[in-house]
Nanobody, 124 residues
Framework: QVQLVESGGGLVQAGDSLSLSCAVSGGTVSRYTMGWFRQTPGKEREYVAAITWNDGNTFYEDFAKGRFTISRDIAKNTVSLQMTSLRPEDTAVYYC?????????????????WGQGTQVTVSS
């Protein structure tokens, strides 16, 4: 069973940058599609970005394009989400997830393993 632990969340101001990290154990990031999702109270968990296991291609939800970057470090077995130009509406709990699929990477149901989440708060 793959275990995921997120870190790097915190309180920042609008326009700031923040980098989240997801440490992976029980599996290697080179064999799993890794995704980032986020959730705010009362809303469904939404897709942010993903990186596929086989070729390292990256995919982003529209709001993340140009501001967020997903990457993986195979040697360290981690996945990161670098976020820039943060907005108050980016405030959420951010979750790391792992999937053995390389299609439908924007869908929650293809991910079998989830971390506990890390809180990101962006003040205006």
């Amino acid at each position: 069973q793959v275990q995921l632990v997120e870190s790097g969340g915190g309180l920042v101001q609008a326009g700031d940058s923040l980098s989240l990290s997801c440490a992976v154990s029980g599996g290697t990031v080179s064999r799993y599609t890794m995704g980032w999702f986020r959730q705010t109270p009362g809303k469904e968990r939404e897709y942010v970005a993903a990186i596929t296991w086989n070729d390292g291609n990256t995919f982003y939800e529209d709001f993340a394009k140009g501001r967020f970057t997903i990457s993986r470090d195979i040697a360290k077995n981690t996945v990161s989400l670098q976020m820039t130009s943060l907005r108050p509406e980016d405030t959420a709990v951010y979750y790391c997830a792992a999937s053995q699929s390389r299609i439908g990477v924007w869908m929650r149901r293809v991910y079998d393993n989830w971390g506990q989440g890390t809180q990101v708060t962006v003040s205006s």
